[in-house]
């Protein structure tokens, strides 16, 4: 049996594509890792997408890494009006303005490796549920880790 964390999160703000108007993006995703491993590894996540433009709620899969400079998030997802998108963002921890800095996150849209737009998320809930409500231990057997490496779902 091994110990596992999940550390689940949903972030919601706007993305604009080259200078475009705002659309409201909503991401939910779940990270898992061992407790055991790198605190600052890449840890991949599946979660959704959602945009408010075109009412699509999209799969979305990416990376989470948690550095303590600022959380850095990677993430994939495909739009029936706007194709295959990247969106990639990195918070940047400050004192002075602390509780902004620890919720949002500017995030860039890349379309291939071109930047096509670039938009902001945050973490919406008070800072306080986080730690009581979007991290979970659990214990697994090898199995189930070996399945999820598999899927490559686990850092």
Known sequence: MTWIVDLSETMSGW??????PRDSLRLELVASARLWSSPIAPRPFKGTVWLAATKE?????????????????????????????RCAGRKHYTLRGLRESLVTCPVHLYRGQDCIGAGEIKYREPIWRFALESLRLRNVSADTIAATNAQGRLG
């Open 57 to 85: 709620t999209l799969p979305a899969t990416g990376t989470l890494a948690l550095r303590p400079s600022g959380a850095v998030y990677d993430f994939s997802f495909t739009s029936a009006q706007w194709g295959a998108l």
């Open 15 to 20: 993305i604009a594509l080259d200078g475009g």
